[in-house]
């Protein structure tokens, strides 16, 4: 089974927030992201990512993932410029929700949980957002650019607790790399990893069902 935990349902009762990391868990955003990356790499005549690249830049920031390509540069002001211009609108339609996820979503709602996004997503978090018509679907959604310290820093889920007046086991978050993992132990959150057994967690779920039994919907 997926859920290999010892930890039952039962004790988790007092769950009040399910917590979706963003790239890797609501969406499969590797196809999208791999494409933008390539395309900036492209125009500044940078070779394109490899795997181990393309791992480390899907979890980092932006300014993170810009940081590594770019070592070489004083000022990142001209590969800033080309991303305004590039935009990331025609990217968006690469990115494939995670199936079952909408249905999940709605149990969620139908549950009475509070359903969140804490993801090192900057600016392009809204349009993802409004493209796939998911707007109304997370009571709050908290990025990188709201807190001080993006993941593996707590600080994403710790503003979600705080704002919500809620305790740390009140809180499943779901994650699916190592920055997610270091978040949720920083902030004394349970934490589910999403397809992705190499990391230490609560939980290990495979898909959304099993995401769903573990919060009883």
Known sequence: M???????????HKIKA????CDGVLFDTAQANRMYYNTLLDHFGKNRLDDEQFRLVHMFTVKEALDYLFPELESMESVYKFMRDMGYNNFIQ?????????????????????RCIATNRTNTMADVL???????????????ADVEN??????ELL???????????EILFVGDSEYDQLAAKGAGTWFAAFKNRS?????????MADLGKIVGV
Request: aromatic content about 10%; hydrophobic content about 40%; charged content about 30%.
């Open 94 to 114: 690469y990115m494939e929700p995670e199936e079952g996820l909408r249905e999940l979503l709605n149990s969620l709602k139908e549950a009475g949980y509070i």
């Open 150 to 155: 993006p993941k593996p820093a707590p600080d």
């Open 18 to 21: 399910v917590v979706f990391d």
């Open 130 to 144: 409004n493209k796939h018509n998911m707007e109304s679907d997370f009571e709050m959604v908290v990025t990188a």
């Open 2 to 12: 997926a859920n290999d935990s010892k930890i039952s349902f039962k004790e988790n």
């Open 159 to 169: 503003k979600i607790m705080a704002e919500l007046k809620f305790k740390p086991k």
């Open 199 to 207: 990391l230490t967690a609560d939980y290990h779920v495979a898909s």
